[in-house]
């Protein structure tokens, strides 16, 4: 029992949420609270009766505002966005009022047949090979997962049991039937063999996940000189030096947009490689920069994806559907169903049995799932494909406006990788006179540019990250927040010379 009525409440909870957006650039955009702030300002229990709505309410604003981060804040450049739109709250708002732990279809067939749907729609929108699509003959297709790293930890474990059936199979096992105390023997035996791989670069997502399957990991060099990408060259000597060791490489993560400088693994060699070593699970990791695969500028990236296995990005960052919201396509689903699906009598039903539907439990970890299509469907529909392509190349062109007033002062900065999907990063330069010695300067080039990012990090205007790659201390700016204009792009670079010319780091 409680004393909520919405009916009355409903119109005033959104004009705080509208209220909320308008009044954002108001508002800092990092909280100025310190750590255990909220603990001394709540009772220490749960009260025993209902409170009303209003008092409720009214603590949203006293108590969580104060300790909040704004994400939507145009001053945010950190990490990558997670933007979010009104289209994706309404989804969200729906979806929790049908709230259903929709796993199989006779759970809402709606739930299901949206998201098939609408993974469609997207898979055309960004020009993946047909293949990925529902209707594809080898049975290929896609499902939203909440994250990136829960899609590469699937990817992975599906990945490490398709290696386990196919060398059981090839030691004469039947892999449908491998449960006799031989079998499961050599099987674990060939899991203590297994190494998931992943660029250098590569979100910790893919080293998080072989953790979690139990496998080995190896990392395969992307260094500055090919841009913090991973080349063929450098997978087949990582995959040929795991084998010289006795061990069988299963897994590969091939990352387009790394994290920290938004670099693009070489896709066309790495197909070469794939078609070499079919047995190896190749997953793209497009997290942040897939979105903007659904420009024309971009779809030359594509077409090598139809020779790895799967491909994931999240539409949560940069695609305006909000958090949570990754789509996850593979070529066949049956990779996924021969590892995932195990059916109790109690998930049982006719329509499954018809094998007419699609029953999402099988392709995933979880069993429940939420209504996510709805926002995404939400979306594409208010903004349409044009729209979401004018959002995303109006951050690239700020990144690009970024790039240029750092090249407008190469007294102080040095652009180590140029603007790629809205991404810039950089160092703040040494005096030319410092030193002439390669190791000392480059020692120097970190120590000023750690010490620009303190200066601005600490007056908390702006929300940077700094990262450090290949020893190399770089600033990054993010310009892909739905409420990123150029004049705050100009700001926060006026607040970077400011703290690069700072004497006392001289
Ligand atoms: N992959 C890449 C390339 C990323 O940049 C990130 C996060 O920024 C992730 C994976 C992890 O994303 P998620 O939070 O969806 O797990």
Redesign the pocket.
């Known amino acids: 029992e409680s004393n909520f009525t919405l009916n009355y409440h409903h119109p005033m909870l959104f004009e705080k949420i509208v209220q909320y957006y308008d009044t954002l650039t108001e508002r800092p955009v990092l909280p100025s609270i310190s750590p255990g702030y909220l603990k001394p300002l709540l009772p220490p229990g749960p009260p025993s009766e209902g409170e009303p709505w209003p008092q409720i309410q009214a603590d949203i604003e006293k108590l969580i505002q104060p300790g909040l981060t704004h994400w939507q804040h145009p001053k945010y450049m950190a990490?990558?966005p997670a933007n979010a739109s009104y289209p994706g709250i309404i989804g969200e708002m729906y979806s929790s009022t049908f709230t259903a732990a929709a796993f199989n279809w006779i759970c809402s067939p709606a739930i299901t047949e949206l998201e098939t749907i609408v993974l469609d729609w997207i898979a055309k929108m960004i020009a993946l090979p047909e293949c990925f699509l529902s209707d594809s003959p080898g049975g290929g297709g896609g499902i939203i997962q909440?994250?990136?790293?829960?899609v590469?930890v699937t990817a992975v474990v599906a990945a490490r049991e398709r290696m386990v059936r196919k060398l059981l199979t090839s030691s004469g096992f039947d892999p449908t039937s491998h449960e006799t105390e031989e079998a499961l023997d050599l099987a674990a035996t060939i899991r203590g063999k297994l190494v998931a791989l992943g660029g250098e670069h590569?979100?910790s997502?893919t080293q998080k996940a072989a953790i979690i399957a139990g496998t080995r990991f190896r990392t395969v060099p992307a260094p500055q000189s090919s841009n913090f990408a991973v080349t063929a060259s450098a997978l087949r000597s990582t995959i040929e030096a795991c084998k010289a060791k006795g061990l069988e490489p299963y897994y590969f993560t091939a990352?387009l947009?790394?994290?920290a400088t938004c670099a693009v693994d070489d896709l066309e060699g790495i197909a070469a490689v794939a078609r070499d070593y079919p047995d190896i699970w190749i997953h793209v990791?497009?997290?942040?920069a897939g979105s903007a695969l659904i420009c024309d500028e971009y779809q030359h990236l594509t077409p090598p994806m139809q020779h790895f296995a799967s491909f994931n990005f999240?539409l949560?960052?940069w695609l305006l559907v909000n958090f949570?919201c990754?789509a996850f396509y593979v070529q066949c689903r049956k990779d996924l169903t021969d590892t995932f699906s195990i059916t109790p009598a109690y998930l049982r039903n006719s329509y499954t049995e018809s094998g007419l539907v699609t029953d999402y439990r099988d392709w995933q970890i979880p069993l429940g799932r939420r209504f996510r299509s709805l926002k995404v469907w939400f979306v594409l529909r208010t903004y349409g494909v044009e729209g979401l392509k004018r959002f995303i190349r109006g951050g690239i062109k700020l990144g690009e406006y970024f790039n240029g007033l750092l090249d407008s002062r190469k007294d102080l900065f040095t652009v180590v990788t140029p603007a790629a999907f809205a991404l810039t990063t950089f160092q703040v330069k040494p005096e030319s006179s410092s030193t002439s010695e390669e190791e000392k300067k480059k020692e120097e080039a970190n120590r000023l540019t750690k010490a620009a990012f303190e200066i601005v990090d600490k007056k908390q205007e702006f929300f940077l990250t700094s990262t450090v790659v290949n020893g190399v201390y770089i600033i990054r700016l993010v310009s892909a927040n739905e409420r990123a204009e150029e004049k705050y792009v100009k700001q926060v670079f006026e607040a970077l010379v400011a703290a690069a010319e700072e004497k006392e780091r001289r």
């Open positions: 990490f990558f909440g994250t990136a790293s829960e590469i590569a979100h997502s990352t947009g790394s994290t990791d497009a997290a942040y999240n949560h960052k949570d990754s």
